[in-house]
């Protein structure tokens, strides 16, 4: 398993926790959606009237923020980081029609639509880049998640 193997593997059981948390917190407000009250509340939009909780600080920043980080925004954001995720590893290794000598030497030929015709490097480790670029995007996305390399892979 390769390192980014084990990153894809934190990312994904960071993205179900969260979840699992957004979702929790959504069915014990029974709602999704919150929104900031100028009163010094944080609100569901339907039914209207239910208090998530007292933000009543001296600004409303705090307030807004929470509301804008609503079981509903984070959901969104899961779903679209779990798209993202999927997306890059969707990423194929070049493969050269025409002149299979200079395809990837990952390459193969039921992922990628074929491969090198190379046999001194059939099967070896991408020689494309395409890994180096999955690797780097990976990780930049599990940095926003909070993985540090300090966190265990
Ligand atoms: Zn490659």
């Not at 948390?21 to 239910?50: C, D, H, K, M, V």
């Not at 193969?108 to 494309?128: F, Q, V, Y």
């Not at 990976?138 to 540090?148: D, F, I, K, R």
Request: charge should be negative; charged fraction near 30%; aromatic fraction near 6%.
């Amino acid at each position: 398993m390769t390192d980014t193997d084990h990153l894809v593997m934190w990312l994904r059981e960071a993205m179900d926790a969260a979840t699992q948390r957004a979702e929790a917190a959504a069915t014990e407000t029974s709602s999704a959606e919150w929104e900031y009250q100028e009163r010094g509340t944080l609100n569901i939009t339907s039914p209207p009237g239910f208090v998530v909780a007292a933000v009543d600080y001296l600004d409303p920043a705090p307030g807004k923020f929470m509301a804008d980080n609503d079981p509903a925004a984070v959901l969104r954001r899961i779903a679209a980081n779990r798209k993202l995720l999927d997306d890059l590893l969707g990423e194929k290794h070049q493969v050269v029609e025409g002149d299979c000598w200079y395809t990837c030497a990952a390459a193969a030929e039921e992922r990628d639509g074929g491969e090198t015709c190379d046999d001194s490097r059939l099967g070896k480790p991408c020689d494309c880049g395409r890994d180096a670029r999955v690797a780097r995007r990976v990780l930049l996305l599990a940095e926003g998640w909070g993985w540090s390399e300090g966190e265990q892979r």
